[in-house]
């Protein structure tokens, strides 16, 4: 079992930037994809950014392309969102989640379902 911890969250305004972190315990020495989504009230769950074990691949959300980058210290099992340019849009609860066992092509997609792992999520908040 895997855990996992987000940190980073809150109230911004918009124009401003903010950097999530997840933290992951659990089980050592086991690859992981990590990946962050998001959801707004009343929303569906949208896929933000994923990065493989190896920090090679990433993929990003459409709406968040050339304003959010993710990134990975394997040593310290973390991944960070630097989120810049943020927006009222941007307002939800943002999870993180990791991939062990999921098919690649979809966890590299965003699919929520190729994901094996959830956190409770933290709250970013834009202000306009």
């Known amino acids: 079992q895997v855990q996992l911890v987000e940190s980073g969250g809150g109230l911004v305004q918009a124009g401003g930037s903010l950097r999530l972190s997840c933290a992951a315990s659990g089980r050592a020495g086991v690859a992981y994809s990590m990946g962050w989504f998001r959801q707004a009230p009343g929303k569906e769950r949208e896929f933000v950014a994923v990065i493989s074990w190896s920090g090679e691949k990433t993929n990003y959300g459409d709406s968040v392309k050339g304003r959010f980058t993710i990134s990975r210290l394997n040593a310290k099992n973390t991944v960070d969102l630097q989120m810049n340019s943020l927006a009222s849009e941007d307002t939800a609860l943002y999870y993180c989640?990791?991939?062990?066992?999921?098919?690649?092509?979809?966890?590299?997609?965003?699919?929520?379902?190729?994901?094996?792992?959830w956190g409770r999520g933290t709250q970013v908040t834009v202000s306009s």
């Open positions: 989640a990791a991939a062990e066992y999921g098919y690649m092509d979809y966890v590299l997609q965003g699919r929520a379902g190729a994901y094996d792992y």
